[in-house]
């Protein structure tokens, strides 16, 4: 019998994946923020390929634990708006690689992602006071951080 109204501490599964509802809500809404309204999974393939430049599909799918399919099409479809280019390796002309364009990575270095975060969150949770949302970001940071670097040694 499982009894819902007993609070231990621990989070539950339910728990766990209404936070993860609020991540991607909070994600989408900074994302609006920046005026790059691009879906999430977007977005974070498209800061891999910034943050490898010269990488390969395969390579991204690999970091952001994404179908290969999937990747595939969303760089073609970067690569068909102009966001990211393709070329072939010297050493290996079966071989592609993909870069961000130029003029796109110096329009997302202007953004300040840390100030559309916190907007993001006070506008989905705006009783939250302002150290109250540097404490979400602050934590949020930590664990991204704690299981970045774990998955990075699982690779």
């Not at 609070?7 to 994600?27: C, K, P, S, V, W």
């Not at 799918?61 to 280019?85: C, F, K, P």
């Not at 953004?111 to 934590?139: C, F, G």
């Amino acid at each position: 019998c499982l009894n819902l109204t007993f609070y231990t501490g621990i989070m539950t599964l339910g728990e766990l994946y209404q936070l993860a509802r609020m991540l991607r809500d909070i994600t989408i809404t900074a994302g609006s923020l920046t005026h790059m309204s691009v879906h999430p999974s977007e977005a974070m393939v498209f800061e891999d390929i910034v943050q490898h430049p010269n990488t390969t599909i395969n390579q991204v799918a690999e970091r952001t634990h994404l179908a290969q399919s999937r990747v595939s099409t969303m760089v073609n479809a970067m690569i068909t708006e102009g966001a990211v280019t393709v070329s072939t390796d010297s050493q290996d002309q079966r071989r592609k690689t993909l870069q961000a364009s130029p003029q796109l990575l110096q329009d997302i270095k202007a953004i300040d992602y840390n100030k559309a975060i916190r907007q993001a969150i006070h506008r989905l949770y705006p009783s939250l006071s302002e150290h109250q949302i540097a404490d979400v970001t602050q934590h949020l940071d930590h664990i991204f951080t704690l299981l970045s670097a774990d998955s990075r040694r699982e690779s």
